[in-house]
C-alpha cells in the first residue's frame, strides 16, 4: 500500500506527530503503525493499581486519530528501506511512503541480577494486558520490593501504600531518591514522606540477586540485607528502541539514541525520528541528556509533524529543559532546568534563591499548604537556569512558568518584576509569592557580588 505520512509507533510522541501532520497537511495520506494494540497513557501507569477503579480508564485510544482520518494498522515494522521509501511490516505487507516518522519509544531496562527471569519480577510494560497482570498481583502482594528511586519507583511505592497490609521497600543505588531530577532538600522531602506512609527505603544500596524456586521470595542486597518479596517491581530506568533506525543504517549515538537534528530530521531527509528513540539534548550544555518524558516527547512531535515538508525555522527544538513533576503521599514536587548538582558537576557559575509561603492568602483559608521555589540564576547575567518547587497541587502548573522562563531565557531581574494574577483561594499572595521572592533573593544576592 501507498501512504503519504507513515508514522512507527502508537504512543504519545507518535499520536500527536500523526494528529499534527494531518493538521498542517489535511491533504495528505497519514497512517500510523503501533505494535501494541492496547498501549495506555505512560504517565498514569502507576495510577492503574488501585487509583483508577478500572485500568482500561487508562488506555490510549484510537478515537482522536479515526475522527482525523489518520489509518491505525497494528503490525510491528520490520525493516526499513530508505533508499526506496518502504517499511516492510512483520505480516510481510510493505508501504511505500514520502515521509516517515520512527517514534519507537523506549524499554525497560532490566538490569543482570541473578534471578530477575524469575516468575513475580515484573518490568514496566505499557500495554493494558500487561499492567492488569501487574495490578492483580500487586494487590495479591503483601511484600513488595521496587528496584530503582526515580520517579516510577517513588510513584508506584506511594500508590502501593494504599493496601495498609502491605510492606513496600524501595531500593536506590544512589544516596537519594529522586536525585536525578532534584537538590538534596527535594529528595530528602520526598523519602520522608514515603516513610511517613510506611516505606521503608534502602538509599546507597544494590540489589546483588533476587532468589527463589518457582518464584520470587526475597531479594539480597550489597549490605547482606535480605529483603522478604512476593513480587518485585524493575524501575531502574530505559533504553531507546533504536533497532529498526540502525538496521537501516541511519546514524545512532553511542547511548543508543536516534540522532537528530532541531527539526527532528534523522541523516536521511525523509526520515524524521521522536520521543524516547530519538536523541535529546540538555537546553544549556547541548550534551545527549536521556530525558523520556511524554511532555518532551509530544513538543517533539508537533515540531516534526509540522516540518515534514518545509522547515519552518521557528518550528525547531532548542534543547530540554527536563520539565518535570510528581506527587508522593500529600507533597507535590516538580523541577525543570538544572538543579545545583547539574551545575556544580558542569561547573556554572551560579546563584540561588529561595522562598516558602503558603498557597492560600491568608493561610488560615482552607486546604493551604506550604509552597517552597528555589531558582537558581547563573553568576553576574542572571539568567535563569532552573527551578525547583514543593508543595501542594498548584507545584504541577507553577513549574510550567519556570520552564517557559528558560526557554524564554528571562533573567533574575525580569522575574522579580513579574506581574502575576492571584486569588485568596488559588495562590499565595501577591506581597509573598515564592516565586517572585525566590527571584529577588537571588537578585539581592547578586547586589552584594559588585
Same mark, same amino acid.
Given at each position: ?45 502507576? $495510577?492503574?493499581? $488501585? ?41 510481510? #505487507? ?11 519509544? +523506549? ?69 537519594? !531518591? ?143 529543559? +527536563? ?11 516538580? +523541577?525543570?532546568?538544572?538543579? #545545583? ?43 535563569? &537556569?532552573?527551578?525547583?518547587? +514543593? ?18 531565557? !528571562? ?13 485568596? !483561594? ?16 537571588? &537578585? ?7
Amino acid at each position: 500500500m501507498d501512504c503519504n505520512i507513515v508514522i512507527v509507533g502508537g504512543g504519545p510522541a507518535g499520536v500527536i506527530t500523526a494528529l499534527t501532520a494531518k493538521s498542517v497537511y489535511p491533504e495528505k495520506s497519514v497512517c500510523i503503525i503501533k505494535e501494541i494494540a492496547d498501549g495506555v497513557i505512560p504517565c498514569s501507569i502507576p $495510577y492503574m493499581i $488501585y487509583t483508577l477503579a478500572d485500568p482500561a480508564q487508562s488506555i490510549l485510544g484510537n478515537k482522536p486519530l479515526e475522527d482525523a482520518g489518520v489509518k491505525i494498522i497494528v503490525d510491528k515494522a520490520e525493516s526499513l528501506d530508505t533508499a526506496a521509501s518502504v517499511l516492510t511490516l512483520a505480516s510481510s #505487507r510493505t508501504i511505500d511512503y514520502e515521509r516517515l516518522v520512527i517514534a519507537t519509544g +523506549s524499554s525497560p531496562v532490566v538490569p543482570p541480577i541473578p534471578g530477575v527471569e524469575l516468575p513475580g519480577v515484573f518490568s514496566i510494560t505499557k500495554s493494558l494486558s500487561a499492567i492488569s497482570l501487574l495490578r492483580e498481583k500487586a494487590r495479591a502482594a503483601k511484600r513488595v520490593v521496587i528496584l530503582g528511586g526515580g520517579f516510577i519507583g517513588a510513584e508506584f511505592a506511594d500508590e502501593l501504600t494504599r493496601n495498609p497490609d502491605a510492606e513496600v521497600h524501595i531500593v536506590e543505588i544512589l544516596p537519594r !531518591l529522586l536525585s536525578q531530577d532534584f537538590d538534596d532538600e527535594f529528595c530528602d522531602a520526598a523519602t520522608a514522606e514515603l516513610a511517613g506512609t510506611g516505606v521503608q527505603v534502602h538509599t546507597g544500596r544494590r540489589a546483588i540477586s533476587i532468589g527463589g524456586e518457582d518464584k520470587v521470595k526475597r531479594v539480597e542486597l550489597d549490605d547482606g540485607t535480605s529483603l522478604q518479596a512476593d513480587i518485585v517491581i524493575i524501575g531502574v530506568g530505559g533504553r531507546p528502541n533504536a533497532e529498526l533506525a540502525a538496521k537501516a543504517g541511519l546514524t545512532v549515538t553511542e547511548k543508543g539514541s536516534i540522532w537528530v537534528d532541531s527539526y527532528m530530521r534523522t541523516t536521511v531527509k525523509s526520515v524524521f525520528a521522536v520521543g524516547d528513540c530519538a536523541l535529546k539534548r540538555d537546553f544549556f550544555t547541548r550534551k545527549e541528556a536521556p530525558v523520556w518524558l511524554a511532555s518532551t516527547a509530544t513538543s517533539e512531535a508537533r515540531i516534526a509533524g509540522t516540518n515534514l515538508y518545509g522547515i519552518r525555522v521557528l518550528r525547531q527544538i532548542q534543547g530540554t529543559v +527536563s520539565a518535570f513533576s510528581t506527587k508522593i503521599g500529600g507533597l507535590c514536587l516538580a +523541577s525543570a532546568g538544572m538543579t #545545583r548538582r547539574m551545575c556544580e558537576e558542569e561547573g556554572f557559575r551560579i546563584v540561588t534563591g529561595e522562598a516558602m509561603a503558603p498557597d492560600r492568602h491568608p493561610g488560615f483559608l482552607p486546604g493551604p499548604s506550604p509552597m517552597k521555589v528555589k531558582l537558581i540564576f547563573a553568576n553576574r547575567s542572571g539568567a535563569l &537556569l532552573g527551578g525547583q518547587v +514543593s508543595g501542594g497541587p498548584s507545584v504541577g502548573e507553577l513549574i510550567n512558568v519556570i520552564s517557559i522562563g528558560i526557554q524564554m531565557q !528571562l533573567n533574575v531581574r525580569q522575574l522579580d518584576m513579574m506581574q502575576i494574577a492571584t486569588h485568596p !483561594l488559588l495562590t499565595s499572595a501577591p506581597t509573598v509569592h515564592p516565586l517572585i521572592n525566590a527571584a529577588h533573593n537571588a &537578585l539581592a544576592k547578586l547586589r552584594l557580588q559588585k
